[in-house]
């Protein structure tokens, strides 16, 4: 195992601060050229309107070693999806690579900054996004300086992305956050850097090392609230290593971590629980886990007048999934735990407006419950009042007897067909169901079946009472009184 090694990334405010100026006529000059680079589309996990689009730009490679680029930023892609939490929602995830060549190879090195190497020597290199080293006095802050041009490449290659990545041609150690993250391509860290820099761009995290009083502000993972009660991370206290600890540089600034236990500190470890909390949430704004839904007529679905209606889900899972799914009848749960489509029969509707809702949560432990995302759709079907009711309990084939029935009664129907099933049911006269039973096989011509008054729990008034099978639906009324 290696000694954990501490590394410096910078937020690039300075570089927006002071380019900006500059960067609104540069971007106007570069309008009239603006040039679109040859993209390569190689992790493919959905339609990009609803995946988290990561795109790695090159920056130092001529156009010989755009190969050895696409080598650098697939291994940095592999390296991170092997990575909790991006592991986990890796399909929740399109990569792609614009090959942008550079006129010529490598990284610039002004050597201005003190901790220089003194073995790495002055160089200029021509390069597309000009990134250096030596920003900010840091040696190993790495930034692409023209941001301006990022954004033009982008917004002509792939302007469906969500996060960018700029790998720079060197074998040097370095990286930097900010609104285009950036890590060197070469170097044996070069993953570890830029899964960390990904920490600070994509999650908006900070550093759990003390980067200085100009990194101090309020994020996931760091607060100048020490309250055990009231702090953010609050929920995470006492789970694993997460406690509220104050930063090596500053008493008034706290973090969740300590003695290099998260990657937002030290490479080679892990996010903490506080830093995944946020990589997930932050995909979950990106991504809906609900990718298509049937039917799709929400607040116009009209039941047909019998068999069945059939809701599907389809869901974009994490690996191993944590979705949850739960589907409420007009307010009573329906259907099997976690099913994504349920089938409901007609005769299990109110006349009237119904509503069949569906509830998706990522209930992974990866985020505290308070925060668990929860999609929710809700459906409304109306059913109308049946139509083809027999007012005559005589006609249609089917007859009810005695009738009215006190205790018990009789309904003789016809069947055209032999039907594997057959299902007897009663209605009030608003259309509510009060009692369904099965009937098993039923034979051509005449079927008979019994039915006790108790048993089926009806008070005294009007019904109508249907016979379902696989060819006939007969419905006949029924006056049910008691003795008095
Ligand atoms: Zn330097
Ligand atoms: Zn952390």
Redesign the pocket.
């Known amino acids: 195992m290696n000694t954990p090694s501490r590394f410096s990334l910078f937020l690039a405010h300075c570089v927006a601060g002071c380019i900006s100026a500059l960067s609104a006529t540069i971007l106007l000059l570069q309008s009239a050229s603006a040039q679109s680079f040859p993209t390569e589309n190689f992790m493919n996990n959905g339609p990009r309107s609803n995946r988290v689009n990561l795109v790695y730009l090159s920056d130092g490679y001529t156009s010989s070693e755009l190969s050895t680029f696409s080598v650098h930023a697939r291994d940095m892609n592999t390296a991170l999806f092997a990575t909790s939490p991006f592991k986990e929602y890796r399909t929740f995830f399109n990569t792609s690579l614009v090959h942008v060549p550079s006129a010529q190879s490598g990284v610039l090195?002004?050597?201005?900054?003190p901790?220089?190497?003194a073995t790495?020597p002055v160089i200029r290199p021509t390069t597309y996004f000009e990134t250096t080293?030596?920003y900010g006095n840091i040696?190993r802050l790495v930034v692409p300086r023209r941001t301006d041009k990022i954004n033009t490449v982008l917004a002509a290659s792939v302007p469906d992305y969500d996060q960018a990545f700029v790998v720079a041609n060197t074998t040097e150690y370095g990286g930097s956050g900010g609104t285009y993250p950036a890590a060197t391509g070469g170097n044996t860290s070069s993953f570890e850097v830029m899964i960390h820099e990904l920490g600070h761009s994509f999650a908006y995290l900070a550093d759990e090392y003390w980067a200085g009083p100009q990194y101090a502000i309020e994020k996931p993972n760091m607060t100048a609230n020490a309250n055990t009660t009231t702090n953010k991370w609050s929920y995470w206290l006492g789970r694993g290593n997460i406690g509220i600890f104050p930063y090596s540089g500053s008493n008034a600034w706290f973090r969740p971590t300590q003695g290099g236990q998260c990657k937002m500190e030290a490479l080679g470890r892990p996010f903490c629980s506080v830093c995944a909390e946020a990589i997930v949430l932050k995909i979950h704004t990106l991504v809906d886990v609900i990718q298509a839904v049937s039917p799709t007529n929400f607040n116009a679905l009209t039941a047909p007048a019998s068999g069945t209606i059939v809701f599907r889900l389809t869901l974009l899972k994490p690996d191993p999934n944590t979705l949850t799914v739960r589907w409420l009848l007009n307010g009573t749960p329906w259907g099997s735990a976690n099913a994504e489509s349920v089938t409901i029969p007609v005769q299990n509707l109110v006349v009237g407006a119904n509503s069949l809702t569906a509830e998706v949560v990522d209930a992974t432990a990866m985020i505290r419950p308070a925060n668990q995302p929860k999609r929710t759709l809700t459906w409304t079907i109306n059913r109308t009042a049946p139509t083809s009711v027999v007012a005559d309990a005589s006609a249609g084939g089917l007859s009810i007897f005695p009738n009215p029935a006190e205790a018990s009664f009789a309904v003789q129907y016809e069947s055209s067909c032999a039907s594997a099933n057959g299902v007897v049911e009663i209605v009030d006269m608003a259309g509510k169901q009060l009692f369904t039973k099965a009937l098993g096989a039923q034979r051509v011509g005449q079927n008979r079946v019994a039915l006790d008054i108790v048993e089926a729990h009806l008070p005294e008034g009007a019904y109508l009472v249907s016979i379902t099978t696989d060819c006939t639906r007969q419905t006949g009324k029924m006056l049910v009184s008691r003795k008095r």
């Open positions: 090195h002004p050597k201005t900054a901790d220089c190497p790495m080293f030596d040696h």
